[in-house]
């Protein structure tokens, strides 16, 4: 079984700071793509950022400058920094994780998302 557990979201004033993290576990043999993606209610689930096993990465245009995402391959672990908050970042974050299981197939995962609240 695998999980991936999101941490750090929260209410913050326009212009803080939060830092998300998601940490994978389970049967997994490596981690391939991580991202963050965010979801608001009545809308399509979009990518914020992302980021390869080789850590190149790519950011959402609406982020570019203000988030940056991280992993650390020996805790599984994947990060968002995300300074100068707006309102309109505020949404649902979920972590994604594309994975090579033990029995060597690759699955999607997702965490269970964690809310982001910037106030103005």
């Known amino acids: 079984q695998v999980q991936l557990v999101e941490s750090g979201g929260g209410l913050v004033q326009a212009g803080g700071s939060l830092r998300l993290s998601c940490a994978a576990s389970?049967?997994?043999?490596?981690?391939?793509?991580m991202a963050w993606y965010r979801q608001v209610s009545g809308k399509q689930r979009e990518l914020v950022a992302a980021?390869?096993?080789?850590?190149?990465?790519n950011y959402a245009d609406s982020v570019k400058g203000r988030f940056t995402i991280s992993r650390d391959n020996a805790k599984n672990t994947v990060y968002l920094q995300m300074n100068s908050l707006k309102p309109e970042d505020t949404a649902v974050y979920y972590c994604?994780?594309?994975?090579?299981?033990?029995?060597?197939?690759?699955?999607?995962?997702w965490g269970q998302g964690t809310p982001v609240t910037v106030s103005s």
């Open positions: 994604y994780a594309d994975l090579l299981l033990l029995l060597r197939i690759t699955a999607d995962y």
């Open positions: 389970g049967s997994i043999f490596s981690i391939n793509t």
């Open positions: 980021i390869t096993s080789g850590g190149s990465t």
